[in-house]
């Protein structure tokens, strides 16, 4: 009997025809990923309808690329959305997306980086790196199914009162656990993550 072969979908490559875009389901038994033919190899971890669509900005990629003295190749980062004039790392968890298409996207949280990126970038200590510049792109679930198109116009069309951020959201998840109950203003976070917190809180009472 063969041995099962672990897969990644990280390795992307820009397109230039539109792609369907929809709520996958669930994580591990759903569709996966949000966009039609994408592959998502880990779907423990990966996919879902929390993180149906995967954004980076061209400004972080431009950040990266000073950083690490070299050029960046368009979609390194394993985005299904290179984004460009949009501020992601200041974007609240909830805010709503509106394309031209009609496409309805919302931001859920930032991405935790895993060892397969790790290798993806050849960078050593990758994980720990990306982690402390938190630049860590947008998840974002289906809320109007359509299409991504390139070139096509994003406008922030609903921002949470909250106020809470992608970045501010990672730092505490990530290095800040006092301040973990800043989190729960906030439930368009997906309900693993809330759940995850409030036990966590709960066993520090």
């Known amino acids: 009997m063969g041995k099962d072969v672990p897969t990644t979908g990280i390795r992307k490559k820009p397109v230039s025809a539109p ?29 879902g309808n929390d993180q149906a669509i995967y954004a980076y900005a061209r400004e972080d990629y431009a950040w990266w690329s000073a950083e690490l003295g070299r050029d960046l190749p368009p ?52 994980v720990k790196r990306f982690a402390r510049a938190n630049r860590t792109g947008a998840y974002l679930r289906v809320v109007t199914p359509g299409s991504l198109i390139p070139g096509d116009r ?23 656990p006092a301040r973990l109950a800043r989190l729960l203003v906030a439930p368009e976070l997906p309900p693993e993550l809330l759940a995850e917190v409030s036990e966590r809180l709960a066993g520090s009472e």
Request: charged share 20%.
């Open 19 to 47: 792609v369907p875009v929809r709520a996958p389901g669930p994580k591990s038994t759903g569709l996966h990923s949000g966009v039609v033919g994408d592959h998502i190899g880990d779907t423990k971890h990966h996919g």
């Open 154 to 176: 994003i406008s922030v069309v609903d921002r949470p009162a909250h106020g809470l951020t992608v970045a501010e959201s990672f730092e505490i998840y990530m290095h800040d």
């Open 75 to 126: 979609g390194i980062f394993g985005e299904n959305l290179t984004t460009s004039g949009l501020d992601l790392v200041g974007a609240v968890i909830g805010e709503k997306w509106e394309f031209g298409s009609g496409l309805v996207l919302q931001v859920t949280f930032g991405r935790i980086p895993c060892v397969t990126f790790q290798n993806r970038m050849g960078e050593p200590r990758w």
